[in-house]
Structures are given as structure tokens and as C-alpha cells.
């Protein structure tokens, strides 16, 4: 009838109904697909309506976006009318402007303005998320390509100065490449040991400094800052990194095509041996370590083809029971990081400020703000 949906899906999907919780999954009204010609587009243009307790009704990409109560909605009205959205990308300004009142609410809010806001009496609100945060390299592209070259970066990495420096007091160490995610576990097989990063690295035989690119998203100011911390790490056992900073859209285009002529003829010439991954864990388990590192996804861009993580992949979203999975998973973990396939770096809280009357807000698991029940203290 017209209120049912059969889907069937091509693999066993034992927890489908939790991938309709992501925010790219939308149900649109067709009658506004038709209206619109995104009957048969893909991604859809523009935007289509929602079904939230707030509706859109002035949007500036980048820039600006309104919203107010639905008339339309089927649940008790949310207490504020309406909802003002501004981009400040400044971080220093975007603090100030809390201050000055032009804002009730921002973020992301930076370390460096935490202690200010607290002690001039604003809010924080510290959640922590399942981010992971971590340098992808490209396992098949010299000198990446060889184990040692990775252990010894890793071991090259000072992350008691490191994370605190950079992500602040909210953030801390990870050492697995689920974090967050059901089953995961912190393998810390890589101190901080720079003789023993200098000896693996002469083990190698090969001529010093080795020349690597780690690519950056411009616009990410605390993955720059980060990126040029580990540089002076290992400028000091003999590798020389470039920093180049790249649009996302145009780095990510790059990088599709050089997966594709890598899978099509066996080889190409990369761009990059390292880059920046953020990911925000799936929350069922196994999903994100078959999501990254199954040889056959398109976001296995660390070029990872490893039949043992094959095989915990598949199972790990397989129909097995939960308790049958995650000593797998554990076990996959630990296979991940002795290859040293990437560098975890850390995971961290999102950390927003209000005035001090903002009241009742919060997040959804996958870190998307909720204000339902948000109303302001008299």
C-alpha cells in the first residue's frame, strides 16, 4: 500500500534500520521530486523539504540559514520559534561574537577559548564523539609501502606532547582504527622511541632523508597545526615531509582517480603518502573496519589489501551474533596496527558554548545537534 516500503538488499544487513538514522538518508515527498526534476537524479539538487520539528524557510549557502516551528510536525512543538544560523569561520571572532551577545550558541569552540568562556561565565557543553582521527598512508606507494618505514613514523610520534598541544585537554590518545565503534580496543604497540625509529628506518637500507607528501584540506586549521608537529617529528629520523594544502573537493576528486587507475592497471603515480582521515565511527560493530579497510571498498584509499582483514571485515558485518563478532574485531584490530597500516592519532569531545540561560541541548549518537527541547532559562 501506499504507507509501505519492501526494500531487499543484495548482502545480509542485520541492522539496516540503523543506517536510516544517518543524516544522508532522507525520505523526500515525490511530489516535490517530480516539481523539481530530481525524479531520477543522483545526489538530488537543491532542497527538498524536511520533516523535523522545524522547517527551512531562508537559506544562503555558506553563509546563512532560518528556520521555524513546523506547522506540520506530529510531536509536542519545540519551545524556541525560531532558529538563526550564521558561518563564522574565524575561531577567535566566532568566540568574541558569544561575547559581544551577537550569538546564544556556537560552535566548534577552539582550545584556546575554552578557559576563557568558562571563566567569564559562558556554558560549555563537552561531549565526547566517536571521531577518529588519524594519518592515512598509502601502503603501496615507496617508501610507504614498507613496514618498517611506517613503524618507525609511529614510534617517531611524541603523542603525550602532541595531543594536548594541538586538540586540547578534551581530547586523548587512540591506538585502534575503529575507535568508539562496538568491540573497539586500543593496541598501544608504538611509544614514543626515537632510536628505535632511527634503527628501523636504517634497517630499511634505504637512502635518508626519504621524501614524503602529506596532503592537508585547507580550512583545517588544527589538522595543519597537527601535520606540521609530525613533520618536525620525523625531520628528526630522517624523513623530509611536504605539506601541501589542497581543497577538499579538488584533493578528493585526485584521489578517486588515482584509486581507479590503481585498481584498473595495477599502478599509478600517486599524489600523496600521507593524508588526514576523519572518520566518526558507525556504531555497530564492525561496520567501519569494513567501511575503510576491506580491499574491495572505495574508501580503502590506504590501499590496505590484507585476505586476513578481508575476512574479518566480511565477517564482521555479517548475520554472526555480536558475541561471536567482536573477538574478531579485536583480533583484526591488532593485526591492523602491527602492520602499522595507518597512524591513529586521537579522538576528542566537541566542545559548543551557549549564554549561561541556554538550556537542555544535545546531540544525536552520530553528532548532530538537537534543539527539540532547548528553550532559554528566565
Same mark, same amino acid.
Given at each position: 500500500?501506499?504507507?509501505?516500503? @519492501?526494500?531487499?538488499?543484495?548482502?545480509?544487513?542485520?541492522?539496516?534500520?540503523?543506517?536510516?538514522?544517518?543524516?544522508?538518508?532522507?525520505?523526500?515527498?515525490?511530489?516535490?521530486?517530480?516539481?523539481?526534476?530530481?525524479?531520477? &537524479?543522483?545526489?538530488?539538487?537543491?532542497?527538498?523539504?524536511?520533516?523535523?520539528?522545524?522547517?527551512?524557510?531562508?537559506?544562503?549557502?555558506?553563509?546563512?540559514?532560518?528556520?521555524?516551528?513546523?506547522?506540520?510536525?506530529?510531536?509536542?512543538?519545540?519551545?524556541?520559534?525560531?532558529?538563526?544560523?550564521?558561518?563564522?569561520?574565524?575561531?577567535?571572532?566566532?568566540?568574541?561574537?558569544?561575547?559581544?551577545?551577537?550569538?546564544?550558541?556556537? *560552535?566548534?569552540?577552539?582550545?584556546?577559548?575554552?578557559?576563557?568562556?568558562?571563566?567569564?561565565? *559562558?556554558?560549555?557543553?563537552?561531549?565526547?564523539?566517536?571521531?577518529?582521527?588519524?594519518?592515512?598512508?598509502?601502503?603501496?606507494?615507496?617508501?610507504?609501502?614498507?613496514?618498517?618505514?611506517?613503524?618507525?613514523?609511529?614510534?617517531?610520534?611524541?603523542?603525550?606532547?602532541?595531543?594536548?598541544?594541538?586538540?586540547?585537554?578534551?581530547?586523548?590518545?587512540?591506538?585502534?582504527?575503529?575507535?568508539?565503534?562496538?568491540?573497539?580496543?586500543?593496541? *598501544?604497540?608504538?611509544?614514543?622511541?626515537?632510536?628505535?625509529?632511527?634503527?628501523?628506518?636504517?634497517?630499511?637500507?634505504?637512502?635518508?632523508?626519504? @621524501?614524503?607528501?602529506?596532503?592537508?584540506?585547507?580550512?583545517?586549521?588544527?589538522?595543519?597545526?597537527?601535520?606540521?608537529?609530525?613533520?618536525?617529528?620525523?625531520?628528526?629520523?630522517?624523513?623530509?615531509?611536504?605539506?601541501?594544502?589542497?581543497?577538499?573537493?579538488?584533493?578528493?576528486?585526485?584521489?578517486?582517480?588515482?584509486?581507479?587507475?590503481?585498481?584498473?592497471?595495477?599502478?599509478?603515480?600517486?599524489?600523496?603518502?600521507?593524508?588526514?582521515?576523519?572518520?566518526?565511527?558507525?556504531?555497530?560493530?564492525?561496520? &567501519?573496519?569494513?567501511?575503510?579497510?576491506?580491499?574491495?571498498?572505495?574508501?580503502?584509499?590506504?590501499?590496505?589489501?590484507?585476505?586476513?582483514?578481508?575476512?574479518?571485515?566480511?565477517?564482521?558485518?555479517?548475520?554472526?551474533?555480536?558475541?561471536?563478532?567482536?573477538?574478531?574485531?579485536?583480533?583484526?584490530? @591488532?593485526?591492523?596496527?602491527?602492520?602499522?597500516?595507518?597512524?591513529?592519532?586521537? &579522538?576528542?569531545?566537541?566542545?559548543?558554548?551557549?549564554?549561561?540561560?541556554?538550556?537542555?541541548?544535545?546531540?544525536?549518537?552520530?553528532?548532530?545537534?538537537?534543539?527539540?527541547? &532547548?528553550? *532559554?532559562?528566565?
Amino acid at each position: 500500500d501506499r504507507y509501505t516500503l @519492501k526494500m531487499v538488499t543484495r548482502v545480509p544487513i542485520p541492522d539496516l534500520y540503523a543506517w536510516f538514522f544517518q543524516t544522508w538518508t532522507a525520505v523526500i515527498p515525490h511530489s516535490w521530486a517530480i516539481a523539481t526534476g530530481n525524479n531520477n &537524479t543522483y545526489p538530488v539538487t537543491g532542497y527538498p523539504p524536511g520533516t523535523g520539528p522545524y522547517m527551512w524557510v531562508d537559506f544562503e549557502p555558506l553563509l546563512y540559514a532560518k528556520m521555524v516551528r513546523n506547522p506540520f510536525w506530529r510531536g509536542d512543538p519545540p519551545v524556541i520559534d525560531e532558529i538563526e544560523i550564521y558561518t563564522a569561520i574565524d575561531d577567535t571572532g566566532r568566540a568574541m561574537a558569544l561575547e559581544a551577545g551577537a550569538f546564544d550558541f556556537i *560552535f566548534p569552540v577552539t582550545p584556546e577559548n575554552w578557559d576563557r568562556l568558562a571563566d567569564k561565565g *559562558f556554558k560549555l557543553w563537552i561531549e565526547e564523539v566517536p571521531i577518529m582521527f588519524s594519518v592515512r598512508v598509502n601502503n603501496v606507494f615507496p617508501p610507504t609501502d614498507d613496514i618498517r618505514v611506517r613503524q618507525a613514523m609511529a614510534h617517531a610520534i611524541n603523542y603525550d606532547e602532541l595531543i594536548p598541544s594541538v586538540f586540547g585537554k578534551y581530547a586523548r590518545r587512540i591506538a585502534t582504527p575503529i575507535t568508539n565503534d562496538p568491540g573497539a580496543k586500543d593496541f *598501544f604497540i608504538y611509544d614514543y622511541d626515537v632510536e628505535k625509529a632511527k634503527a628501523l628506518l636504517a634497517d630499511t637500507g634505504l637512502s635518508l632523508p626519504l @621524501k614524503m607528501k602529506f596532503n592537508i584540506n585547507s580550512g583545517k586549521e588544527k589538522q595543519l597545526e597537527a601535520a606540521q608537529v609530525l613533520k618536525a617529528y620525523w625531520g628528526i629520523i630522517g624523513i623530509d615531509v611536504e605539506l601541501e594544502l589542497m581543497e577538499r573537493s579538488t584533493s578528493g576528486a585526485i584521489g578517486r582517480e588515482e584509486y581507479k587507475a590503481y585498481h584498473e592497471g595495477g599502478s599509478t603515480d600517486f599524489s600523496w603518502h600521507l593524508s588526514w582521515r576523519e572518520w566518526h565511527g558507525d556504531g555497530r560493530a564492525g561496520y &567501519t573496519f569494513f567501511s575503510l579497510y576491506h580491499s574491495d571498498v572505495s574508501a580503502n584509499s590506504w590501499y590496505i589489501d590484507d585476505p586476513r582483514i578481508d575476512e574479518i571485515a566480511e565477517f564482521g558485518i555479517g548475520l554472526a551474533p555480536i558475541e561471536e563478532k567482536l573477538p574478531r574485531l579485536e583480533e583484526g584490530q @591488532k593485526i591492523w596496527m602491527e602492520e602499522a597500516y595507518g597512524l591513529p592519532i586521537a &579522538t576528542w569531545s566537541y566542545v559548543h558554548a551557549s549564554v549561561p540561560e541556554f538550556m537542555d541541548f544535545s546531540m544525536t549518537p552520530n553528532m548532530y545537534p538537537v534543539f527539540e527541547n &532547548t528553550y *532559554f532559562e528566565d
